[in-house]
């Protein structure tokens, strides 16, 4: 409902194991080659991502790909199978520096740069590796590859005429959600706002097509389809300038999403946390990012470059977080 169906289904849903295959510890910390805390960050997060894993530890992508190049699923695929088998204390994530920019032109190999960018760019690196040899699909189609079949939901966005009434509704696929949370204690208080009708009118006011005149309208957005991993970033940029939000924002272990959808009829939406990151600095422009993750045996950790130390649940709900990674 409310996109066209897709002609070809490039990855079939069903095939997508959410549970672990194997369990064991966690597998080495990641060095820092000079800044590169905000991409370590972000390979540890996807490496713990359990269907992600499970889907590069099968090696599929690697015997199906003729991509000539730079292929960032193959780039992970060698990455997470590397940290999962080694028994190494720490290892180089190499390939992924060398390819830096070709994974976001944006990012230079000595300079600090922000996790959540990192991650938008590797999720379309690995969207357009998914899609390489694939021409003239879609729109509906090219989100069933593997990467939009984990990560990808679809949001529905709902304006309504103040004058007459008259609605009208657009979908938009998504494969993380950006909350505002200048006026949020907890992320259920910034999911209640993300999908609280808003008033647009004046210079934001938008053209009805029965009233043919500008007028103020109000737009609902809501979670249309729910993804198999919900990742949300806490905005805490203030403004342009790199001022930080610092306010703790309260997260649970085990979050429902059904509050949050269109149709909020039926039984509970259960997610539950695997993944955190964390920015510690005064501003948005310096400082570090570290992570804990929910390795394959059940137990936490707290992943800061080469370091992976256990810690407890209580730590992990405890911090500043940037990054929150749910699955389903």
Known sequence: EGMTPPQRILFPPEEICMDWQQRQRPGPGLRNLGSTCYINVILQCLTYTPPLANYLLSREHSRLCFQQGFCMMCIMEAHVRKVLRSSASAIWPRAVIRDLKLIGEEFEPDTAGDAFEFLCCALKAMQRACLSGNSNLDISSQTTTIVHQIFGGLLKSRVTCLRCQAVSDSYKAFLHILLDIKEASSLTAALEDFVTPKQLDGKNCSKCSKCEKKVT??????????????????????????????????????????????????????????????HSGDTCLDGHFFCYTKASNGLWYKMDDESVDNCGIHAVLRQQAYLLFYAR
Do not use: N, Q
């Open 217 to 278: 309208i109000s737009k609902r957005v809501t979670v249309h389809h729910v993804p198999k991993v919900f990742t949300v970033c806490l905005e805490r940029a203030a403004d342009h300038t790199g001022k930080k939000i610092s306010t703790f924002v309260e997260y649970p272990e085990y979050l429902d999403l059904l509050p949050y959808l269109s149709d909020t009829a039926g039984e509970p939406l259960l997610y539950s946390l695997y993944a955190v990151v964390v």
